[in-house]
């Protein structure tokens, strides 16, 4: 569970062009559920979403991380306030515990399909060949595993997706965060996505999207949706309140 | 599974680094053939009375910088062009104490 | 000066690291006096990724001390043909009054260096950065030592003067000169000795402690430090005489030659190591307590404690193996 | 343990994959690079080479030398002197030496006239390979010289010196005290200079100073100081080149400066995404660290691995005429292979510190970008 308190994330502040892209925002995740963040484009979705996964740290306000499992809780702690965690500290937490999935997916060119499954563990210390097979067992997942060792500029869309959804899960991360992961899909990659992420709903994890497109937040298996507007919280759509 | 990058890069640069060890090894171990080459030569120098070498034979006052005389011009300046090339390479020498 | 490769390399280096503390200057002062950890302004980012940038220049700046220290052992011996008088490293420093200043100054800032290397990863490891004040303050410190010695070492370089007529190691370490170098070796061998392995029994009885109980780390400090001090008196006075198997002669730098199988790297270094070890252990105790260091440091200070034994007593081997196997002896 | 190591070896691999990406650049830097530790490693090599050999080959000459001045100058000294030399303590043997210049007009080369001390018979010579191969003759010829008086005077060579002693010899004439004399109408009861033993090698200084209170026109030279002066010529040559390499180097360093300063967006995007899911900043600057240090490495071993073969193997054709001067009379020798710990060490902190060092802040600036970079544009 992530829960966000009266979080404000300023950017240039204290310089004229000082804005709040996020103002006052609380707001519960719960887990194993699928939530969508929805919200026209400059709402500040995309900057709650970098808050909830750990990217970038709230100008004021506490986020805290439930039920975690990570090394620097100390005994008997439950949740761990994240606000105020070095980048260095924050990052492993993201490292293990998110997957990302992003807008144009952001495969690095010049890799395999393999290699760029395989970034995101590579700094933890595990073996190459582990990261390996880990890789070669969520290709497969996906059916993607024939196209491995190919080069990502020359994979379809949709293969580049589902490549990108592999990569999000090569940490076997707790939480899947995707931003406006259908905006350069057609309607039935969209759903095929979709359909990846209910399985992976089903898996237990908790799933959070940033998205304005209907195929994602009307989708059956969406439990929550969350209304962006103005850097604020608006009034919740579809699916059970949060 | 192809050999990895990393371990491609590590075999190359280790091999380049002995390389260059052995050639110092090389370098520092005994040498008998350079060993009777520096004796022969030393001897040479010995029973001549030499005190240079002969690596600067255009002018007298080139061919024994240890033994020139203290007026002679490429121990003044640095600069001073008296005899290119060599005077513009030959260092101020202070007289000996 | 004189124009050599290997006095160019000390002079670039001193000016790299020079160049990279006053750069390092730029960044800690606002750290110092903006820190907020609290904040997650972008203000605040910046001054946290100025971090960053501070552990990896003072690495580098580390390891360029190392090197230079090393090329400046190395550029001395390598220079003594060319003084007339040195026959060894020793004659080449003492060529003019920033030699040996150079020197003692590059290993107490080696010791330094590597406490606040220590400290720092002691501070990355918690979350919290307990210690940034704390290390910047003493990083500020730092710099004055360390810019100190890039301007004697660049006068002693500045200052070679071929024609001078040194003293070579024979005057210099023996019993008729003055000076710092030649009061340590003229100390008697046998209370030298003695004090010595008291010095060591001390470390080696506090190191376990510590190792044991977490306790008696500051004592831990002290007595490696008395080591490294002793241990160099007892080179000059009398394990390098040992080596040489020669009563009067005391230079600790010939030991760096092949000649005696390079044996003075694994004394001196293991020494200087082991001392910047035990003063680590030293340095960090204070913070200890501190609830976010309370598991890093002791784990740390285990670390240290076992690095700084180990290099100690390999130097008390080697040195004691070469007195009791050779026939020469200093006792009438 | 394995952990750290593991975690080198996959970035490490990520930062090769990276500079393969871009080949172009990186090949570029890397060709500049290897040619700039080359030149670095080439005249270091070579002017500790020649040190090296000036350094033993003098070792065995004469202890001490004693010149008389004269106004200042060189002047003919007085055999006599030896006399008053040997009963000062500690002195061994005082021997005089005949030494000069022959001026060949036609040849336009200048050779070095020595009585050894252990002269051929009067008639006959020993000559230097340079002088023979100047003057295309072979141990039996007679050669022409002509006399202070004007007259000529035959003198057959005996034996030529061996090819290896060129550094030494190659215009050395060696002849015996008569033809000497007679070559250059040396007046009899003066040598050009003495040369000196001492019983303790520990009291030359003493003894040199003894001779100057004893004998206030003389000057004595000692075998140390004739050391140094080729230490310092070969320092000072090797240093005025090493001073322009620094220059190239200085290039170089803004050129690498540059190069790492300068993030394509490429780059910049592949940064952001590494960050973006789950690589640290300190991750970011092992990576680049790596990518430095594998450019850096390689072309520091290319280059000193060339300049080994350039200097050693092919005697230095692009440095020598600068290193050795030129002469008429040309010695042609063969530098011993030799390279040491500390050259290495040199070079390495001359080279590729500064790289390192360069690279340092424009790695920095790359590795902060801000991890949801990514996803705001």
Redesign the interface.
């Known amino acids: 569970m992530i829960r966000l308190v009266e979080v404000r994330?300023?950017?240039?502040?204290?310089r004229p062009n000082a804005h709040a892209a996020l103002d006052g925002v609380t707001l519960t995740i719960r887990r194993s559920a699928v939530t969508v963040l929805k919200g026209p484009s400059g709402s500040g979705k995309?900057?709650l979403?970098?808050l909830i996964g750990c990217?970038?740290?709230?100008?004021?306000g506490r986020i805290h991380l439930h039920g975690l499992d990570t090394d620097?809780l100390a005994p008997g702690e439950e949740s761990l306030e994240i606000?105020?965690?070095?980048?260095?500290?924050l990052?492993?937490i993201?490292?293990r515990a998110?997957g990302?999935v992003?807008?144009q997916f952001?495969?690095?060119?010049?890799?395999s399909a393999l290699?760029n499954v395989m970034?995101?563990a590579?700094?933890?210390?595990?073996?190459?060949?582990a990261?390996?097979a880990r890789g070669m067992a969520l290709l497969e997942r996906f059916r993607v595993a024939g196209r491995a060792g190919n080069l990502v500029e020359h994979l379809s869309g949709g293969e580049a997706q589902r490549v990108a959804i592999a990569?999000?899960l090569i940490?076997d991360p707790a939480v899947i965060i995707a931003?406006e992961p259908t905006a350069h899909l057609d309607s039935r990659l969209s759903a095929e996505f979709m359909e990846i992420i209910a399985t992976l709903r089903s898996e237990g994890r908790t799933v959070v999207i940033a998205s304005h497109d209907p195929l994602v937040y009307a989708a059956p298996g969406v439990d929550a949706v969350v209304v962006v507007r103005d850097g604020r919280i608006g009034e919740s759509g579809s699916g059970r309140t949060p | 599974?192809p050999l990895?990058r990393a371990d491609i890069f590590g075999v190359l640069t280790a091999s380049g680094l002995l390389l260059l060890l052995a050639l110092v090894l090389r370098g520092s171990g005994p040498d008998p053939a350079e060993a009777d080459r520096l004796t022969r030569l030393q001897r040479l120098v010995t029973e001549a009375q030499l005190t240079d070498l002969a690596l600067l034979t255009e002018a007298r006052y080139t061919r024994h910088p240890t033994q020139a005389d203290h007026f002679a011009p490429f121990q003044d300046h640095p600069l001073a062009l008296d005899h290119f090339p060599s005077g513009m390479f030959w260092s101020p020498r202070r007289p000996a104490p | 000066m004189i124009l050599e490769p290997g006095i160019l390399a000390l002079i670039l280096l001193s000016l790299i690291t020079s160049g990279t503390i006053l750069y390092a200057l730029r960044h800690i002062v606002p750290i110092l006096y903006a820190w907020d950890?609290?904040?997650?302004?972008?203000?605040q980012?910046q001054l946290?990724?100025r971090t960053y940038l501070l552990s990896t220049l003072l690495t580098w700046a580390f390891v360029a001390e190392l090197t230079s220290l090393l090329l400046l052992v190395y550029t001395a011996e390598n220079l003594h043909e060319r003084f007339t008088g040195a026959m060894c490293a020793a004659g080449v420093f003492n060529l003019n009054a920033f030699g040996y200043p150079a020197l003692l100054l590059k290993l107490g800032n080696f010791l330094l260096a590597g406490c606040w290397l220590v400290l720092n990863r002691a501070d990355?490891s918690a979350?919290?950065?307990p210690l940034i004040r704390g290390k910047y303050l003493f990083l500020l410190v730092l710099t004055v030592p360390l810019l100190a010695e890039g301007v004697v070492l660049g006068l002693y370089l500045l200052n070679l003067q071929p024609d001078v007529i040194t003293s070579c190691c024979g005057s210099l370490f023996g019993s008729r000169a003055v000076g710092l170098g030649s009061e340590l070796a003229v100390w008697p061998m046998r209370p030298l000795g003695l004090v010595l392995l008291l010095a060591y029994v001390l470390n080696l009885g506090s190191g376990s402690f510590v190792l044991r109980k977490g306790r008696g780390s500051y004592l831990f400090a002290l007595s490696g430090l008395l080591v490294l001090f002793l241990g160099i008196s007892a080179i000059l006075s009398f394990v390098a005489p040992y080596f040489y198997e020669l009563p009067s002669h005391h230079c600790p730098f010939c030991l760096l030659k092949a000649d005696y199988g390079y044996v003075g790297y694994l004394l001196c270094g293991g020494l200087l190591v082991g001392a910047t070890a035990a003063a680590a252990v030293g340095v960090l105790q204070p913070f200890a307590t501190r609830p976010s260091l309370r598991q890093i440091i002791p784990a740390l200070q285990r670390r240290a404690v076992w690095l700084g034994l180990t290099l100690f007593t390999l130097c008390f081997l080697v040195a004691t193996l070469r007195i009791i196997t050779t026939d020469f002896t200093l006792f009438g | 343990m394995?952990?750290?190591c593991?975690?080198q070896?996959?970035?490490l691999?990520?930062a090769l994959?990276s500079l393969?990406?871009r080949r172009g650049k990186n090949l570029s830097l890397l060709v500049v690079y290897s040619l700039t530790v080359f030149l670095g490693a080439s005249v270091m090599f070579y002017s500790a080479g020649l040190k090296r050999e000036a350094r033993l080959l003098l070792s065995a000459a004469p202890e001490l030398v004693v010149q008389r001045l004269s106004a200042g100058r060189h002047d003919l000294i007085p055999v006599a002197y030896a006399e008053g030399i040997r009963t000062i303590r500690g002195v061994g043997t005082v021997a005089p030496r005949l030494w000069g210049y022959y001026y060949d007009a036609v040849y336009g080369a200048n050779y070095t006239v020595q009585v050894p001390t252990l002269p051929p018979p009067a008639g006959e010579i020993v000559i230097g390979p340079g002088i023979a191969r100047l003057r295309k003759v072979a141990a039996g010829d007679l050669l022409p010289f002509l006399s202070y008086r004007r007259e000529d005077l035959l003198l057959q060579v005996r034996e030529i010196l061996p090819a290896e002693s060129e550094l030494v010899s190659t215009d050395l004439l060696l002849l015996a005290e008569a033809d000497f004399r007679a070559l250059f109408s040396f007046p009899s009861g003066v040598a050009t200079d003495l040369t000196v033993t001492v019983r303790n090698p520990q009291e030359v200084a003493t003894v040199a100073r003894k001779i100057v209170e004893r004998f206030p026109d003389t000057r004595p030279i000692l075998r140390e100081e004739m050391q140094a002066t080729y230490a310092a010529v070969f320092d000072w040559r090797g240093g005025l080149l090493l001073v322009l390499f620094g220059v190239v180097l200085l290039a170089f360093i803004i050129f690498a400066w540059d190069k790492a300063a300068g993030l394509s967006a490429?780059e910049r995007?592949?940064i952001?995404?590494?960050k973006?899911?789950?690589?640290?900043?300190?991750?970011i600057l092992?990576l680049k660290f790596w990518e430095g240090t594998s450019i850096s490495l390689t072309a520091f071993l290319l280059g000193t691995l060339l300049a080994y073969v350039h200097v050693f193997l092919l005697q230095a054709p692009l440095l020598a005429a600068t290193l050795k001067g030129w002469a008429v009379l040309y010695p042609d020798f063969r530098l011993v292979s030799r390279i040491d710990a500390f050259q290495l060490t040199v070079l390495f902190v001359l080279t590729v510190i500064p790289y390192t060092v360069a690279t340092l802040v424009p790695s920095w600036r790359a590795a902060t970008i801000?991890?949801?970079s990514?996803?705001?544009d």
């Open positions: 994330k300023i950017f240039n502040a204290g995309t900057t979403l970098s990217m970038a740290r709230p100008t004021s620097w606000t105020s965690l070095p980048e260095r500290f990052t492993g993201r490292r998110f990302f992003f807008q952001h495969l690095v060119r010049g890799l290699d970034l995101p590579l700094p933890t210390g595990a073996s190459r060949a990261i390996a990569r999000a940490n931003d | 599974m990895r | 950890l609290k904040s997650g302004s972008e203000g980012l946290e990724r990355n979350r919290d950065y | 394995t952990g750290w593991e975690r070896r996959n970035i691999d990520v994959a393969r990406r490429e995007r592949e952001g995404i590494l973006g899911i789950g690589w640290e900043t300190g991750d092992t801000d991890p949801d990514v996803m705001r």
